[in-house]
């Protein structure tokens, strides 16, 4: 842990990144076949040494009750759903960790965060390799790759990129991870609309870890030019820190500032022929402007849903923290679920999407659209 807060700590004075590409350091520290590679190992940056972030592994939860005694209610958290089951897993907490293994209606899913692009990704944990079904337990490496974080799995040791899943190096290299909906939210929004919901208890931190501490201080700032262990110039086409909404159709990426959304309030929008509605909902706080994550800049949350239910299109204008139809005059809450009127208990299909800085999407997906400009 020790290695952490030094780096942690001293990311705004001292350059401290070495190419993975040191064979001594990558023969003693990993079993990776590392020959077998679609990319150099000169693009893999090494941090910290392997295991010093410590992933949370078979996590415990709270009921409401319980867990409004140790959380605030504007404390940031990851919202993960399956059927009737709804988990809440603290930002605070992957701030530290970068990754949590749980489970989620039996299915194995890796909750993940990266703050140096500000990209949170939950992925399913299983998959098929060679006709046989193989679940993984992913890992922090210490290793970040175009200033994104890079991920291990303690099966092979193959190294997985955080923000678009997909394997470059190791025995699992051209496989790709099943990315899984995921919402962003402050507790206080979550057990309003998550009813019975659970949270992963507090007592599940590292003493030594100061939680709720922001550590990359100031790094949310539009106007820097370059972000940090990032080698090249990003993309011009959006500023490069930027924050943005990216949204996956088919396959196809469709970008919306974020700035556009908060504006707006929802947007009714038919990318792609494809009809969909961006909610926004202003409560979240920033994660890496002060120092006290909790006393942040808001910066809001946003979802993104299809907006085609049962058989017609929807279109949605924002009353307060709620969203009404059109069509219905049904009321929807930030978690997609129909409240009151004609379509009362109904819930609408969540897309794939994340929530982060420009220049990570820019990278990965050079392609994509980007709202108001290609439209």
Partial sequence: MKNILLLFFTFGAVSIASAQINRVGVKSEWTTNVDNSSISLYE???????????????????????????YKEEANVVVVAAG????????????????????????????????????VEVYERRFQYK??????????????????????????????????????TGEFKGHELVKYPVLRMTMGQYFDNYRYGLVMKFNERDELLPYGK????????????????????????????????????????????????????????KPLDMYIAVFYSGASTSMLAGRDIHTNKKIGS????????????????????????????????????????????????????SQNFSFPELDFYPNSLIYNINW
């Fill in 131 to 168: 006709g046989v079904q193989r679940e993984l337990t992913l890992h922090p490496s210490g290793m970040i790759r175009k200033s994104n974080i890079i991920l291990y799995d303690q099966q092979s040791e193959s190294w997985w990129q955080q923000y678009n899943g997909k394997s470059y």
């Fill in 302 to 353: 946003v979802a993104v849903y299809s907006s085609f239910h049962e058989g017609q299109s929807l279109s949605f204008s924002k009353e307060g923290e709620v969203f009404r139809d059109d069509q219905t005059q049904s009321v929807w809450n930030f978690s997609g679920r129909c409240i009151e009127g004609k379509l009362k208990g109904q819930q609408l299909k969540m897309l794939k999407f």
């Fill in 214 to 269: 922001n550590p990359y201080y100031n790094y949310d700032n539009v106007l820097v030019e370059k972000p940090l262990h990032l080698n090249y110039m990003p993309s011009e086409r959006l500023m490069p820190m930027e924050r943005i909404v990216a949204v996956k159709l088919l396959d196809e990426h469709v970008i919306y500032p974020l700035e556009d959304v908060q504006e707006r309030g929802v947007i009714n929008d």
């Fill in 84 to 119: 009737r089951e709804f988990k809440a897993y603290p930002l605070d907490f992957l701030m530290f960790h970068q990754v949590i293994n749980d489970r989620i209606g039996g299915m194995p899913i890796a909750i993940t965060y990266c703050p140096l692009t500000d990209a």
């Fill in 44 to 70: 893999y940056e090494n941090l910290v040494p392997k295991d010093a972030f410590q992933s949370i592994d078979h996590p415990r939860f709270y009921n409401e009750e319980n867990a409004k005694e140790e």
